[in-house]
């Protein structure tokens, strides 16, 4: 609970997070399967493999960076939900 709290009122709202759970299933999904409070709220992901950035013109989060040894491919059989992949993403700076 509180997560409405932590949203509300925020200009930008960044979510860090491991990818996958420990059955190694994706995190990141289509749909919620929760209750939600707050909709449409992140602003980014930043996971263990990732950095995802929302893209508000088209819903739906655009793969902006990736771990060291971290591919393209992995990371998109990964994420149940679509992403927006346009270019090599860039490496995060460890």
């Known amino acids: 609970g509180?997560?409405?709290?932590l949203v509300a009122g925020v200009k930008k709202v960044v979510v860090a997070m491991e990818h996958c759970?420990?059955?190694d299933e994706p995190k990141i999904l289509k749909e919620?399967?929760?209750p939600l409070t707050?909709?449409?709220c992140i602003?980014?992901?930043i996971t263990?493999?990732?950095?995802l950035v929302?893209?508000?013109a088209r819903n739906r989060f655009r793969l902006a960076e990736l771990a060291p040894g971290v591919g393209v491919d992995e990371v998109v059989a990964?994420?149940?939900?679509?992403?927006?992949?346009?270019?090599?993403?860039?490496?995060?700076?460890v």
């Open 43 to 45: 602003d980014m992901i």
């Open 78 to 93: 990964k994420t149940e939900a679509e992403l927006i992949v346009e270019h090599e993403p860039a490496l995060i700076a």
């Open 48 to 51: 263990d493999l990732c950095v």
């Open 38 to 40: 707050g909709r449409r």
């Open 2 to 5: 509180g997560a409405m709290d």
């Open 21 to 23: 759970t420990r059955k």
């Open 32 to 34: 919620c399967n929760l």
């Open 54 to 56: 929302m893209d508000p």
